[in-house]
């Protein structure tokens, strides 16, 4: 499980510690979860918050950059 932390700026950061303050939420990367179907409206509504498309695009990278580095 992977902790998402939303941030004031309209994105998205990975939270490695856990304790982050601010609004946060669990993502699943096991291949049973299927992390790659995940919308940005999800990840909103788990928030309750809006992510501008800057922040998406940049959590996309990173969530790409996890996968790749396995």
């Known amino acids: 499980m992977l ?14 510690t856990g ?7 669990y993502l699943c990367l096991s291949p049973e979860c299927n992390p790659n179907t995940l919308r940005k409206s999800q990840l909103e509504h788990a928030l309750r918050a809006s992510i501008t498309e ?6 996309q990278g990173l969530l790409q950059k996890m996968r790749s580095n396995g």
Do not use: Q, S
Request: proline letters at 4%.
């Open 54 to 59: 800057e922040g998406w695009r940049e959590f």
């Open 19 to 25: 304790r982050e303050k601010g609004r946060g939420t």
């Open 3 to 16: 902790r998402l932390v939303y941030d004031n700026g309209g994105g998205v950061k990975i939270d490695p």
